[in-house]
């Protein structure tokens, strides 16, 4: 039996000359399709949606073939959806007489308003949804809480939302989205497939619109839930029985990631600032403990105890490690230590990572930047972001290759506020360390890198280089310091300038550090994009430190000319 859709059937006889025709309404419902000793042609859609290659369709199985119209689509949709498809709009149909609350011009208004927001919608372009919305959103101030408009505005915000997290991330470096992201898109679907829940209990639709809002928002349980509610009503429903498969495929797969994972342990034998096993732990002497390189990266801002501020005074080649500690650990977490000690000698010996990667401008090490987050992608990004490790990688869009750069750098978001809009202000990023791109692809909108870490080649420990460098270096910090005393002083009237300076003193790594140094002394003078990837690029860090000196001494030169 094969049923087909169209209201002109009387039309098209001969192009299923072997078909009987069933075209006089009421229409049957699906309960009410019987087998034929031939097979049945049932009309019930406008002919514009008629078979365009009939012998494809003689060729398959004619068990029981079935595509309603779309004003139907609501109540079922084509077998085999997937949970990122949405059904078409509805049709908003034109009653014999026109609501008492309304009036007949009104009426007219708001069913012309759905009708072109139902064009635009079907046109399958962002700014054509985006106009679909104005177009359902004046039809519902209109009308309100008609299920019609609420439902087809609620398909939109999905359509929006799965437009964003697909589009491509070269695409927008070239043309930047502004809007809403495509996690709150599914916030609005979701209010408003609520909505039409209340208003069609009984209505397949309302449970498929709340079941894909919820997807999106990875609410997975709730969204079974509505599904499971749906199939209650219909279990014959094809569409909501290909979600509830593909939610159960999602599900298994982060089950089967959770599976990887140890189970929870109490907190007592972690470190407060990294969040994890201790690892080569050290006890201060205010009896505060803490990872060893957690505590040394801690104490490169201020000799004081991360928890109790005591001023400290030890350093890393004279503490050691508490070896009680480190043997309680070590005997009962034997796999997660040794996980921890994995992980630091990753770190150690810069190996292969991923990281999302933000598309601006060039960031070097012991640069601060304030951002203001406004596109789409970038916000789902630090969302993401801000729910992990809090830093990304900062690369620029390189013009000459037509993508981005092989070098960059990765920050760390120290302040991150977020707006009632849902845009974000980062007050703080501050640049970490250097990394190469092996290779990028785009995620959800935005890029996603595999990264090498690098650092300067450093000459070896007790020969003249060495030597030659650490004098370098001391003699430049001694330099350095005394311009940002001389900076500020010519600078107390300005205020914005008097910060700046300050901040960057008050960031002034370790002259035991040359090459993080290096990277500082780069940052008091300004320098264009290209010269800061020339820097990023270098391993040499003398080389590095000389360029630097080279600047800030040609920024004196001009101070004294003014």
């Given at each position: ?11 098209n ?13 009421p ?11 031939e ?6 859609a ?36 997937s ?23 009104r ?35 209109i009308k ?17 939302s799965l ?22 898109h ?51 429903s ?23 994972e140890?189970?929870?342990r109490?907190d ?30 801690s ?31 070590q ?44 596109e ?5 990004m ?26 960059a ?35 959800d ?45 010519a ?14 003193e ?49 920024e ?7």
């Amino acid at each position: 039996m094969l049923v087909r859709a169209c209201n002109e059937g009387c039309k098209n006889e001969h192009e299923f000359p072997n078909y009987t025709y069933v075209c006089s309404p009421p229409f049957p419902t699906r309960a009410s399709i019987l087998p034929a000793p031939e097979p049945t042609l049932l009309i019930l859609a406008p002919s514009a949606l008629l078979i365009r290659n009939p012998r494809r369709w003689r060729e398959e199985p004619e068990s029981d073939r079935i595509l309603l119209c779309p004003s139907m689509s609501g109540r079922e949709s084509p077998p085999g959806l997937s949970p990122e498809l949405v059904e078409d709009v509805e049709d908003y149909i034109w009653p014999n007489d026109v609501e008492e609350s309304l009036r007949w011009d009104r009426f007219r208004h708001v069913f012309d308003l759905v009708q072109n927001g139902n064009k635009a919608f079907r046109e399958n372009r962002l700014e054509c949804f985006e106009e679909a919305i104005s177009c359902y959103s004046r039809a519902n101030n209109i009308k309100p809480s008609d299920p019609v408009i609420l439902g087809n505005r609620c398909s939109t915000y999905i359509r929006i939302s799965l437009y964003l997290r697909r589009r491509a991330a070269s695409a927008s470096e070239y043309r930047a989205l502004n809007g809403l992201d495509p996690t709150m898109h599914a916030e609005l679907a979701l209010k408003d497939a609520e909505k039409v829940l209340s208003l069609r209990t009984n209505a397949i639709r309302s449970y498929i619109l709340k079941a894909h809002a919820l997807f999106l928002l990875e609410k997975y349980e709730a969204a079974r839930d509505a599904i499971l509610s749906g199939l209650q009503i219909d279990p014959f429903s094809k569409t909501l029985q290909a979600l509830l498969q593909n939610l159960e495929r999602t599900q298994a797969t982060l089950m089967a990631r959770k599976g990887h994972e140890k189970p929870e342990r109490t907190d007592d034998f972690d470190c407060t600032l990294c969040l994890k096993l201790f690892y080569e732990p050290i006890t201060t002497p205010c009896g505060h403990s803490f990872c060893r390189s957690c505590l040394f990266q801690s104490m490169d801002r201020g000799n004081k105890c991360p928890l109790c501020r005591t001023v400290l005074f030890i350093s890393p080649r004279t503490s050691s490690v508490n070896v009680t500690l480190k043997n309680i650990i070590q005997r009962n977490f034997p796999e997660e230590y040794a996980e921890r000690k994995t992980e630091h000698q990753s770190l150690t010996n810069f190996g292969n990572d991923l990281v999302p990667l933000f598309v601006m401008d060039i960031v070097i090490p012991c640069q601060k930047y304030n951002l203001h987050i406004f596109e789409p992608r970038y916000r789902l990004m630090v969302r993401r972001i801000m729910e992990g490790n809090h830093r990304m990688g900062m690369v620029m869009h390189d013009p000459s290759t037509g993508s981005v750069a092989d070098f960059a750098c990765e920050v760390e978001i120290t302040e991150c506020e977020p707006l009632p809009d849902g845009r974000f202000f980062i007050e703080v990023v501050e640049g970490r360390r250097r990394f190469h791109i092996l290779h990028s692809w785009d995620q959800d909108g935005y890029r996603v890198a595999e990264v090498e870490w690098i650092q300067d080649i450093h000459p070896q420990d007790g020969t003249t280089e060495q030597a030659d460098l650490q004098e370098l270096t001391n003699n430049v910090a001694e330099h350095a310091t005394a311009w940002l005393s001389k900076a500020k002083e010519a600078n107390r009237r300005d205020r914005a300038r008097y910060e700046k300076l300050l901040s960057l003193e008050s960031m002034m790594p370790s002259a035991q550090d040359p090459e993080r140094f290096s990277f500082w002394l780069n940052t008091l003078t300004s320098r264009r994009s290209a010269e800061k990837m020339e820097l990023l690029r270098l391993r040499d860090t003398r080389e590095r430190i000389s360029r630097g000196l080279i600047y800030l001494r040609a920024e004196e030169q001009s101070c004294r000319v003014q």
